[in-house]
T-cell receptor, first 117, second 115 residues
Framework: AQSVAQPEDQVNVAEGNPLTVKCTYS??????LFWYVQYPNRGLQFLLK??????LVKGSYGFEAEFNKSQTSFHLKKPSALVSDSALYFC???????????????FGPGTSLSVIP | ETGVTQTPRHLVMGMTNKKSLKCEQH?????MYWYKQSAKKPLELMFVYNFKEQTENNSVPSRFSPECPNSSHLFLHLHTLQPEDSALYLC??????????????FGSGTRLTVV
């Protein structure tokens, strides 16, 4: 069965410092991986995805993520954090092997990022 | 605007009321979803419609009733809700079939409070 883990409920980082939000996954086939961000009282916004190709994926707002197949990880990174990056971040995975009648994506529990001025 | 519009943004209803949540997408997507987001809980998938046909119902109580009249519109009809149904209800759409287009587009959600 496919699953996603985000081992940290909360990540605190000082403004200007690099940030990392961790994600590990489990699927039977090739993974399709996603990151979403949610600001208070808003829906989730798509940040980036890995489908195939280059392991380093660049997305919106200066974020990037690195697909590591051997470690089954897809950590989200940004070189220099902004206070406005403070939000809830969700990792998600879709199993590329499974044939489903819809886009079956499993979401992680979310990690709350606080960037301290 | 993401291309997925949800109305109303906020809704307060009594336990005996009947109300409906509306979702509309103008992205040409062929699948639409209802999710429930409660505090301190993971996102819960409620219903999935693919090409207007319901393909998933994750054991949702019958007091929640979905309707998908066409591929652009999705409703969630609510009746005799309980206080524990208070949550943020999110609608999403996606284009199923081509991996390069995978990824959900979410609406801003409806914050529902049951009193």
């Amino acid at each position: 069965a496919q699953s996603v883990a985000q081992p940290e409920d909360q990540v605190n980082v000082a403004e200007g410092n690099p940030l990392t939000v961790k994600c590990t996954y489990s699927v039977s086939g090739n993974p399709y991986l996603f990151w979403y961000v949610q600001y208070p009282n808003r829906g989730l916004q798509f940040l980036l995805k890995y489908i195939t190709g280059d392991n380093l994926v660049k997305g919106s707002y200066g974020f990037e993520a690195e697909f590591n197949k051997s470690q089954t990880s897809f950590h989200l990174k940004k070189p220099s954090a902004l206070v406005s990056d403070s939000a809830l971040y969700f990792c998600a995975v879709r199993d590329g092997k499974k044939k489903t009648s819809y886009d079956k994506v499993i979401f992680g529990p979310g990690t709350s990022l606080s960037v301290i001025p | 605007e993401t291309g997925v519009t949800q109305t109303p943004r906020h809704l307060v209803m009594g336990m005996t009321n009947k109300k409906s949540l509306k979702c509309e997408q103008h992205l040409g997507h062929n699948a639409m979803y209802w999710y429930k987001q409660s505090a301190k809980k993971p996102l819960e998938l409620m219903f999935v419609y693919n090409f207007k046909e319901q393909t998933e119902n994750n054991s949702v109580p019958s007091r929640f009733s979905p309707e998908c009249p066409n591929s652009s519109h999705l409703f969630l009809h609510l009746h005799t809700l309980q206080p524990e149904d208070s949550a943020l209800y999110l609608c999403a759409s996606s284009q199923w079939g081509d991996p390069q287009t995978y990824g959900y587009t979410f609406g801003s959600g409806t914050r529902l409070t049951v009193v």
